[in-house]
């Protein structure tokens, strides 16, 4: 009679500990929760803003490096192709001394060898045209976790989301906040916005840092600033934790920066909560030890932890919390083991706030 009792109690605490996740998963869906998205659905979302975003032509100015087509009309023997210098100065046959090309735009410099021209006598109506013909004194350059880095030209005035679809989107482990590194130069009165293709020596970087989640959740446009030459854009790595076996959505979730804390209830419940037939007092994390490579599997009682009885667990970055059905967990093991190295065959997810 009285293991009778005691079976209907731990029945009893079962049904409980179930209903409680499942509660805690339907809160996360109201607040939020219901909001993961795929890495796919967020880097289809970044291209979707970049275009919507996408910034109207402006002059760039010209750099260090960039091969410039100047042409005066009527005039073949000025008609010359010259490479901007360290110094950002170009030379032309006729005109004594060099000109100062670097941080002018085209139609700038048009105007500047024109009157050069003039003054000194050579054409009495000089018509000078001026083009970039090859540019790379502009360089954005995209690393981290993205799925193309990337360095490119900014050609035109070019925004942080512009850039992340330059370089194909966010990898599955990217972290919620990236790093805009920016040379400054060493005049702090220099106007802000110029790009970096002057002549003066780098003055220092400046550090900006913008969270994933106020540029594509926010709707609030002051977040996906514009990049400049010299930019680097840097995505850091986060980590993964991986929930699998009787919980309702499987996967792996990306931690929302570094080092944040995750627990096991907390990964539960960003699962959508336990199955009906789960067995959470016989759940596994399993880690691989980065010392000795070898994976522990360390047991978690989680009916004991939602009783107060034992503490929350910590996870880490690629630990996988499997919690298996009832007579599943062999067959968990048969397949391959924990999900260390799954790989492509697990959907990654990433909050959406």
Not at 116 to 121: A, D, P, T, V
Not at 253 to 261: A, C, D, I, K, T
Request: aromatic share 6%; net charge neutral; with cysteine.
């Amino acid at each position: 009679m009285l293991g009778t009792v005691r079976g209907v109690r731990d029945c009893v605490w079962l049904w409980l500990i179930c209903l409680v996740l499942l509660v805690l998963g339907s809160t996360g869906r109201a607040y939020g929760q219901d909001k993961f998205q795929t890495s796919q659905q967020t880097n289809d979302r970044i291209q979707q803003l970049a275009s919507v975003a996408r910034t109207r032509p402006v002059d760039t100015p010209i750099g260090t490096g960039d091969l410039v087509h100047v042409e005066v009309f009527d005039v073949p023997d000025l008609t010359r192709e010259v490479r901007v210098n360290e110094s950002g100065l170009i030379s032309l046959p006729l005109i004594p001394g060099r000109i100062q090309a670097s941080g002018l735009t085209t139609y700038q410099l048009e105007q500047k060898v024109a009157e050069l021209l003039l003054e000194n006598g050579l054409v009495s109506h000089p018509q000078v045209s001026v083009f970039v013909k090859e540019q790379n004194s502009q360089p954005i350059t995209v690393v981290g976790a993205v799925l193309k880095p990337a360095t490119f030209q900014a050609v035109r005035q070019t925004t942080l989301l512009e850039a992340l679809a330059q370089a194909g989107g966010i990898a599955d482990d990217a972290a919620n906040e990236l790093n805009i590194l920016r040379p400054v130069a060493p005049d702090a009165a220099a106007k802000e916005g110029t790009s970096g293709g002057g002549a003066d020596p780098p003055g220092g970087t400046q550090t900006i840092t913008v969270r994933l989640t106020d540029l594509l959740y926010s709707g609030d446009p002051t977040f996906n600033i514009p990049v400049y030459g010299g930019d680097i854009i840097n995505v850091p790595r986060s980590g993964i934790v991986f929930v699998t076996g009787a919980v309702n959505q499987p996967g792996g979730y990306v931690l929302e920066s570094r080092g944040q804390p995750l627990t096991t209830l907390q990964a539960v419940t960003m699962a959508r909560g336990l199955s009906g037939y789960a067995k959470p007092n016989d759940a596994v994390i399993i880690r691989l030890h980065q010392d000795t490579g070898v994976k522990e599997e360390i047991p978690v009682q989680l009916k004991q932890i939602m009783d107060r009885k034992k503490n929350d667990i910590r996870l880490f970055a690629n630990d996988t919390l499997y919690i298996p059905e009832s007579g599943g967990r062999k067959a968990f093991y048969k397949i391959g083991g924990a999900a260390l190295g799954i790989g492509s065959s697990i959907i990654v997810f990433r909050a959406a706030q």
